[in-house]
């Protein structure tokens, strides 16, 4: 498929019949506690999806933690909207390919990364129904993924380069560090004084206002790749006016929940750079709708996460193999999450900073279902009736 192709134009249309939807909910303790500027996390609270069709499953996962603090979503929405509307909805239906499987869920407004989780797990259905890796079903490019590593804030600089450090030393392409108001110069600086070359970033989820233009100006100095999410997670027009006040490229996460949105931020000049999450967009037809129009602008991209298990990660890799995806996602190694994560093929850093994407048709790796039912605390089935 050729890369000026539109990969979503030329899905072949198969007939695949949704006959079961398996919904698992996962409680996860994390190796460490990650905090960011909207809370803490150390149990990490995730949906698994399976999708069974013509003896084959299709896994997806939904990433909307414990409660509504990242976004409006929580887990406990997931399961109420997936039950209620749009597993009833699929279960027994049977879609030619995954553009049509989206198009019957848009009766539903917002709840993305409910839909997102159906969606995935459809893409792998259909391409394991294929016998094709996932990548190349929609076009990807890479095989390799340079990925990058997220650290959550911390109590003092000292202890946060002692975490920078172990994951510089392991050979990650870049750094982000999360921040908030009273926890970003002096963090930006120790980081700088130590580690002169790396390339950084910093994460604010939201925390500040257009006021703070000082502070931003300040971290101008420290030749920083990009400051995620600055401003208001609704907010486009500030965002304009803060790029306009500083050098630095801002790169939206959470005001980017659409390829509306993406459009009027790119009218309004609000970001040089987008971090796209499958989950937060509703899926991967609307994240590759968004990169699309990204790289015709030419601004940034990469790809987004959500601390999930190995699943979530696993189609993270797929999406980041597409060739418009220029910086490092946030995709880390396993281990850096789980001590031990869900799957057969556990994520693995290489030497030289990325992580292959599995081989295999769709998504490559196999649910280990004795690890998924240790952390499950809940689980629904749909049958068809
Ligand atoms: O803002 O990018 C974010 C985790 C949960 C919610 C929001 C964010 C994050 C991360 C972690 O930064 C990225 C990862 O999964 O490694
Ligand atoms: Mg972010």
Redesign the pocket.
Known sequence: MGSSESPLSTLERLDICVEKIVIRHLTMPLVEEFK?SFGSTKIRHSLLIELHGDGLVGYGECPAGEGPF?SYEACETAVWVLKKYLARKIIGKTYADPQEFRESMEFVRGHRMAKAALEYAFWDLYAKELGMPLWRVYGGVKKKIPVGV?IGIRENPRELLRVVARFVEKGYRRIKIKIAPGCDIIFIRAIREEFPEVPLQV?A?AAYRLSDVEIFKEMDKYDLLMIEQPLHYEDLLDHAHLQSYINTPICL?ESIVSEHDARLAIKLGSCKII?VKPPRVGGIIEAIKICRIAAQHGLGLWI?????TGIGKTHLLHIASLSSVNYPS?I?ESSRYWEEDIIDKPLKLRRDGTIEVPDGAGIGVELLMDKAEKYQTGRWTIRRI
Not at 304 to 308: D, F, R, V
């Open positions: 960011m990242y997220s994460d989820n996460d971090n987004g996460g959500m601390l999930e946030d880390s």
